[in-house]
Nanobody, 116 residues
Framework: QVQLVESGGGLVQAGGSLRLSCACSGGTFSVYHMGWFRRAPGKERDLVAA????????YYVDSVKGRFTISRDNDKNTVYLQMNSLKPEDTAVYYC?????????WGQGTQVTVSS
C-alpha cells in the first residue's frame, strides 16, 4: 500500500519561502508521476505542479510559474515543492498525490499560511 507523508508547511510572510517534502513508502516511487495539489479555504483541490517519472519533466499551473519548483529524489523516495515569493493567495492545505494500479493516493496534507 502506497503511503505519502507531507511536511514542511507553516506560517510565512508574503514574499517568503517554504520547501514542502513528500515521502513515499510502500511502492516503487521511481516509476510514479508525482503531483502537488492544494485546497484553499472554500475552494476545490487543484493541481499546482507535477513531475514525470520518465524524464523528470515538470508542469506548473500559470499562477505559480516562476515561483514554485517541483523536484524529486528517487534515492530518497521524496518529491519536493520549493515555494518562493509566496503570496497570501497561496494559503492552502498542500497535498502530494500519485496514481498507481491500486488507485489514487493522497497524503494527509500540510498547511501553508501566507500572511500579508
Amino acid at each position: 500500500q502506497v503511503q505519502l507523508v507531507e511536511s514542511g508547511g507553516g506560517l510565512v510572510q508574503a514574499g517568503g519561502s517554504l520547501r514542502l517534502s513528500c515521502a513515499c513508502s510502500g511502492g516503487t516511487f521511481s516509476v510514479y508521476h508525482m503531483g502537488w495539489f492544494r485546497r484553499a479555504p472554500g475552494k476545490e483541490r487543484d493541481l499546482v505542479a507535477a513531475i514525470t517519472w520518465t524524464d523528470g519533466k515538470p508542469y506548473y499551473v500559470d499562477s505559480v510559474k516562476g515561483r514554485f519548483t517541483i523536484s524529486r529524489d528517487n534515492d530518497k523516495n521524496t518529491v519536493y515543492l520549493q515555494m518562493n515569493s509566496l503570496k497570501p493567495e497561496d494559503t492552502a492545505v498542500y497535498y502530494c498525490s500519485t496514481s498507481t494500479v491500486q488507485g489514487t493516493h493522497w497524503g494527509q496534507g500540510t498547511q501553508v499560511t501566507v500572511s500579508s
